[in-house]
Every structure is written in C-alpha cells, then in structure tokens.
C-alpha cells in the first residue's frame, strides 16, 4: 500500500508535534523520560511513512532495511554500554555522523538528480542546488568538527587551543571560498566545484574547532548539535521531506538557542563560537606555582566533623564525581546529614562536567529531589550564609581566577562563589589542573580543605564517620 501525500503530510506533521513536545519534556529532568518518550515515537511514524511512501519496495531497499536494522542494533548496543563519563564523546560521535550522512545524500543527489526528482545531470534545479550546498557544506563542517570534539573529549587529542598566527584571516577567507564555491557550482554545475566544496568543507570545520579550549567544550557539543540539524534541515529542502526539514530546524534552533544560554552562562561571544574563535586565550602564569603555595589537607574524620557541626551545607558535583560514579554514595551520605537536621541543597553550574545537563542526570539517577538542586543564578548569593561548600569533582567552575585574574583563559565566566563560605571541603585526586588546563585558587584559601581521594570512596568514609 501507498500513502498518499496528503497523508504522508498529515503524519509527517503529527511526527514534528511530537518531536516538538519531545524537546519540551527534555527541559526538565522530571519530564525528561515522557519527552525521549514523545522522540522515539516521533521518529518511528517519520520512517514508517516514509517507507509507505515509496512507489515500489524495490530489491535495493531490502537492504536499506538490512543496514537500518544493523545500524539500529550497534546504536542501541553502544548506547546501553556507554557510561555517563563518556556521553559527551557519544554525542560527538553521533553529531559527526549526521554530518556525514547529509553530505552522502547531498552526494547522491548530485551524481544521481534524477533520481530525487532534481533535474538531470548538469541540468539541476537551481533551488535544488543551492539548498544540496548548504547541506553538504554544514554536514561537512559538523562531520570534521565532531571528529575534533571527539578526539579532545576522549583525551585522544590535546584539550589546549591549538592555535597559529593568521589562523581567524584563514578562517575567513575559507568561508568566503565556500560562498564563491557555491556560486561557481550554482553558475557552472561543475563536478569539480562540488568536490572541491566539501573538501574545504571538512577543512574549515577541522579549523574551527581547534582552537577551542577544553573549558569551553559544553559550548562546542551544543554547537555541533545545532550544525547536525541545520545539515539536516538543507537536505530535508533537497529531498523535499517536510518531516526531516521540520526535525533539522527543530535541532538546529534548539542548538543555538542552548549554545547561547551556555555562552551568556560562560560570558562568552556568541558569535565568537561560530566562528570558533574563543578558547585561545594564554595560560594565567599563577597556575606553575601551584608546588610553593600551602595547601590544608585533611581526611574523612575532618570533613565529617565539620559537616556533623554545621546547620547548613552546599554540594558542588562536577566531572570528578561522573568519573567516580559517586552520585550513589552522596546521596547516602546527604541523607544521614539530614538525619541530624543539617539543611543540604545542590549547586549545579550550567556547564559543570562536559556537556549540558551532565550533573543533573547523574543526581536523578540517585534519585536527588528536584527541589534540593539549583542552578548558579538561584543559589550563588547562599554560599555566604552556608557553614559548608562541599566540592565533589569539580574544579574549573569554583576556580575564584574568573573573577580575578585577567589574564586567566576563563576570566569573566561565571563562577559558583564556594569560597564565601565559612569552610570549603574540596575532594580531588591531586592539585592537577582543571579540564581548562589552569590551577585553581580555591585550593590554597584559609577556609578550604582538601581531601585528596578517590571521590565515591572518600564520601563513604564520611557517611560511616558521620
């Protein structure tokens, strides 16, 4: 059986509702199982209509369906095996793919416009041609840009900007290549100005990225999740498939507008991430000399009495406690704080760990009540009434350089004010550097404690002190 356009159209609309309600019940942790609920079903009626949609179930489509079910299949094994310290990679990861698939379809589009109903081979429409373009090119630069990310996230490759003289001058005379190749190909419909479009494609996206520090990667994977869709979006107009056209403008507007949030939360230039161009600041000359400075440490008994004399405490998670898989282990210790009347909350920064939301799955997957976790702007002016600041992983979110030090890579970032508290217990394996590559002065104040642990076996010695 056949769907008819109209009611290809019908579902394909119901399909972008959902995907629609699907973004809104991912805005919170509360509704977030409801919202990939709403996603999967989206998705699943955009492929059976699309499917249906087709004039005859061709021999060559039996082994679309035999790659879909194998692509499915590695998909889900790698996303149920996956822990949550290596999500953001997972992200990356599949950003590049998106990219690469809108530039093989914009590539079979091309060879083949027949077949898309496109015109002919060096006759295409010119509509069509343009938007192919658009979606090859930002396929190419989210594809080359997600490897980037990835090999930084996975600590493959260096975190530290990597920069050259004349590297944004070069950056803008690629992009400006990218418009007169599409131009050329437009004008001539010449192969060659095709391929040589995605090759400057990928490059600009390998140069984009690489400058960027590892402080500033949340900002990266919300910016390639915005590229991914507007790539999608481009090939949705090529294949004239509303329900892929509705999806990439879905993601690629929510990936900018999230990616905007993060660099108002970060103090960054909006349009310094687009063009990857922030990140490339010098290293403060404070951070070598973290080995002169004194450092209080302490040990679980410590942190126990203080927390147990105290009638009010604030818990800093961040990367350290993924990593630990420590969630667990504070909720247990949390619970026997309020057990003796102790008022705890949760200060979560908007890009602790290395992607948006990281810490806030963690703590519901510990079951944390939603009520007990606030967002900087909520809870920052408490640290200067709270007895305690208790960090458990993080480190460049708390580092006081941001409000200080000019000449540190982070400086104008928003920052959780933990050293306003009366004491400071902060749990690390050592006095190493942050994802941002900078010491943190935190670690060397009057009121801070350093508990030098592993994150999930230190906080357990507490609960049993406690």
């Not at 090999?151 to 260096?158: A, D, E, V, W």
């Not at 949760?346 to 948006?356: D, K, T």
Request: some cysteine; hydrophobic content about 50%.
């Amino acid at each position: 059986m056949i769907m008819s356009a109209n009611l290809s159209a019908i579902f394909y609309l119901i399909s972008g509702v959902l995907f629609i309600l699907a973004l809104r019940g991912l805005s919170s942790p509360e509704t977030s199982r409801k919202g990939n609920f709403f996603g999967i079903l989206g998705m699943t009626i955009a492929i059976t209509v699309t499917f249906l949609s087709i004039e005859s179930f061709s021999s060559g489509l039996i082994y679309v369906l035999i790659f879909l079910l194998i692509g499915g299949l590695i998909g889900a094994f790698i996303a149920y095996k996956i822990p949550m310290t290596a999500m953001p990679e997972l992200v990356a990861g599949f950003h590049s793919l998106v990219g690469l698939s809108a530039v093989l379809v914009a590539i079979s589009a091309f060879l083949n416009p027949e077949a898309f109903n496109l015109g002919f081979q060096g006759n295409i429409k010119l509509a069509s041609l343009i938007e192919m373009s658009i979606g090859a090119a930002v396929g190419a630069i989210t594809f080359s840009g997600s490897i980037i990310a990835f090999l930084k996230l996975q600590g493959i490759m260096s975190g530290s900007p990597i920069t050259f003289r004349g590297q944004h001058l070069l950056n803008a005379l690629i992009l400006i290549s990218i418009l007169a190749l599409t131009y050329l190909l437009c004008s001539t419909q010449s192969s060659n100005f095709f391929w040589i479009l995605l090759a400057v494609s990928f490059l600009i996206g390998f140069l984009l990225i690489i400058p960027i520090g590892g402080a500033d990667m949340p900002v990266v994977i919300s910016m390639l999740n915005s590229y991914s869709g507007w790539a999608a979006a481009g090939i949705g107009f090529t294949l004239e498939n509303s329900a892929l056209i509705i999806t990439g403008a879905l993601v690629g507007s929510s990936g900018a507008i999230l990616s905007y949030i993060m660099c108002k939360g970060m103090n960054r230039s909006f349009f310094n991430v687009i063009l990857g161009g922030f990140g490339a600041a010098e290293q403060s000359a404070s951070s070598g000399d973290k080995e002169h400075r004194p450092v209080k440490s302490g040990n679980a008994e410590d942190a126990a009495f203080l927390m147990k004399n105290a009638s009010s405490v604030i818990i800093v998670p961040g990367y350290g406690m993924a990593v630990a898989q420590a969630q667990h282990a504070l909720r247990e210790m949390v619970d026997t704080l309020k057990k003796n009347d102790i008022k705890v909350t949760y200060a979560i920064h908007p890009v602790a760990g290395r992607m948006p939301g990281h810490m806030n799955v963690l703590l519901a997957e510990a079951n944390v009540p939603y009520d007990e976790v606030f967002e900087l702007e909520e809870i920052n002016n408490d640290f200067a009434n709270a007895d305690v600041a208790f960090v458990i992983g993080a480190n460049d979110v708390t580092n006081p350089a941001a409000k200080n030090d000019p000449q540190s890579p982070i400086y104008g970032m928003p920052v959780l004010d933990v050293e306003k508290c009366k004491s400071v217990l902060f749990i690390k394996r050592s006095l190493s550097p942050g994802y941002a590559g900078i010491d943190n002065d935190l670690f060397y104040k009057e009121n801070t404690l350093m508990l030098f642990a592993d994150a999930k076996k230190m906080t357990e010695e507490i609960t049993k002190n406690l």
